[in-house]
């Protein structure tokens, strides 16, 4: 039988563990979570890039610019959507929903998710000026907008990827 010494023993070092491990883990969430698509301030590095291909401090500033304007844009319409989806759910569980209001749903559903790729088709035209013919080719689709094809919140916005530096 242990005596409360013992008990208090053990107690005391799992209780530390726990309180470590949950600290590691919100600082590397925290850390992760940025503003929207950017992630951080230090989103993009040039290490195992060709230096031909290599983006000038121009370049970066400017796609941190549109990031940013894209971010505004992009942020409020994508919540929008996800509330219209759960609106959307919660009246077709309904036992009285009509198959005419859902189809409206659906229809506001669509509409908004063309204005979101809309935005987003446009700020990849953005970014595709500011890089130069040799550097468009060079990362061709990896140099896009991460998986904000899912949208913003699919996995917390990682942001634009470029063969996975950013991340």
């Known amino acids: 039988m242990f005596t409360k010494h013992k008990k208090l023993a053990l107690i005391v070092p799992l ?14 969430t925290a850390q992760s979570m940025g503003r929207g698509m950017s992630g951080s301030d230090s989103w993009w590095s040039n290490s195992n890039v060709p230096a031909k291909y290599q983006l000038s ?41 009509e198959i005419g209001k859902i189809k409206s749903y659906r229809k506001d559903i669509n509409n908004l998710g063309d204005k979101i790729e809309d935005r987003r088709l446009e700020a990849r035209a953005e970014v595709n000026k500011v890089l130069t013919k040799e550097q468009r080719v060079y990362f061709g689709d990896n140099f896009g907008w991460g998986d904000m ?19």
Request: one cysteine or more.
């Open 15 to 28: 209780l530390g563990t726990i309180m470590l491990l949950s600290l590691f883990s919100s600082s590397a």
């Open 57 to 97: 401090t121009e370049q970066i500033s400017r796609i941190r610019e549109i990031r940013s304007q894209y971010d505004d844009q992009i942020i409020p319409l994508q919540r929008e959507l996800r509330s219209l989806r759960m609106e959307t759910r919660g009246y077709a569980s309904r036992s009285d929903a």
């Open 149 to 167: 094809d899912g949208g913003m919140m699919s996995n917390m916005g990682n942001g634009m990827g470029m063969r996975d530096m950013c991340r």
